[in-house]
């Protein structure tokens, strides 16, 4: 009854006003299901292929669209995502393109969710899913790829570590946001925003350290549970010729590590996503070394969601975290492939939004389904808090 009976493929605008492919599944008892593709800035090098969308579209209904239609159940969603891998026949999806895959796995999700009549996190989750829900990190201020002449480190971001709820959690980041502006207005610094929503001022990353010390403390003082802060720090983007620039500034792979060990403790960081160079995994397991057992060193560019990749980690002992987003790997499946052996190993898992996204709300539901710690899905702004108010939906809903 989920047979796959048409799939329908069109370009949409994302946050950003580029072009990214939207997918519609239907089936034989009529259910239906719709999802879109984000798209990074700070891309992985080892990321799947994401192609101009008109691109994967031709490609995706030459090649993946016969092997779904009449063929595969929406509801079987490793029997979907093994087509689009046939389909594709690559190792990072350059023919069909990440972006027309992961839209197909996410709507034939939704798809195989409609036809049960289930919520898509339960569909994903099943019955027995745990009863916890991810904490939102909540990006406040940035730079780096996200914003022109704010800060060099890419997102500092509110981690509302004592909240008693995902309402009360999403509510707090918006709190800490709002508290940045006042104090941004307080010092006479102007500042736009970024493309995931956050403050891009003109300061140097010290000061941003200020700002976020003084806004978190504020709305914690006022909400009465701890919230903390943490960092994606892209760091891929900041090093070039064996050095990390900041600015004019440089630091030594060595002074690198001595820099993000230090800054953990000095402002007690719940969370550093990408301290240190995509192919440098030996840097990342020294750092996890030194203060993986106070904070949560975290690999986006480093594992790319991939298991191979983060099957490395795990053996050289990189990082405890491992960021998740379903584009950088293309289906639904990989996505999940990489939580349980992230989860088997003890790392967390933080499943995350792209800097340019659309109103899909599929990680809201991934996050839940899969009993993610974490997720990361901004702060305010449309694209941003559709997921999050969705995440407050589930949790009613859930009770
Ligand atoms: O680096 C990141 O974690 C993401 C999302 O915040 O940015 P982008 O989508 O540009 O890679
Ligand atoms: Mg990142």
């Known amino acids: 009854m989920t047979l796959i009976t048409a799939v329908r ?72 995502d093994a087509a689009l891998h046939a389909a594709d026949g690559s190792e990072d999806f350059s023919e069909i393109g990440a972006n027309s895959a992961v839209a197909i796995s996410m ?30 990190l909540g990006n406040v201020i940035g730079g780096g790829e996200h914003a022109k002449d704010a800060t060099n480190i890419q997102e500092f971001l509110a981690a509302p570590v004592g909240a008693p709820s995902v309402a009360e959690a999403v509510f707090a980041n918006a709190e800490v946001h709002a508290a940045a502006a006042d104090i941004l207005d307080e010092r006479g610094v102007p500042a736009a925003k970024g493309d995931e929503g956050a403050w891009a001022p003109a300061v140097d990353d010290a000061e941003a350290f200020d700002i976020m010390e003084e806004a978190v403390e504020r709305v914690a003082d006022d909400r009465g549970f701890e919230i903390k ?9 900041l090093y070039e010729d064996g050095e990390y620039h900041y600015g004019d500034e440089t630091k030594s792979v060595d002074e690198q590590i001595d820099y993000v060990a230090e800054l953990v403790t000095d402002y007690d960081l719940a969370y550093v996503e990408d301290p240190l160079d995509e192919n440098d995994y030996e840097a990342f397991a020294e750092l996890t070394d030194r203060v993986g057992d106070q904070t ?34 293309g289906t639904l499946t990989d996505a999940f492939d990489a939580i349980e052996l992230a989860t088997e ?37 449309g694209e941003r808090t559709a997921k999050l108010n969705e995440l407050i939906r589930i949790a009613e809903d859930a009770v």
Do not use: W
């Open 296 to 329: 949560l060193i975290c690999g986006d560019d480093l594992f790319v969601t991939n298991v191979s990749r983060l099957q490395e980690g795990i053996d050289k002992g990189a990082g405890n975290s491992i960021l998740i987003k379903p584009n950088q790997i």
């Open 229 to 237: 802060f943490g960092l994606d720090m892209a760091a891929a983007e």
């Open 107 to 136: 709507a034939a999700a939704k798809a195989g969710a409609d036809v049960l009549g289930a919520p898509l996190y339960q569909h994903l989750g099943g019955a027995f899913r745990g009863d916890n829900f991810p904490i939102p």
């Open 9 to 80: 493929l069109r370009r949409i605008l994302d946050s950003r006003g580029n072009p990214t492919v939207e997918a519609d599944v239907l089936t034989e008892s009529g259910g239906f299901g719709r999802a879109a593709a984000p798209s990074g800035a700070s891309t992985g090098e080892y990321e799947a292929i994401e192609l101009p969308p008109s691109e994967a579209i031709a490609s995706a209904r030459e090649h993946a669209v016969p092997r779904l239609v009449g063929e595969v159940h929406a509801g079987n969603q490793r029997e979907v």
């Open 345 to 381: 190993h003890g790392y967390k898992s933080v499943v995350s939004h792209r800097s340019g996204e659309t109103e899909d709300t599929t990680i809201a539901h991934l996050a839940v389904a899969t009993d993610a710690p974490f997720i990361k899905t901004g702060t305010v702004q």
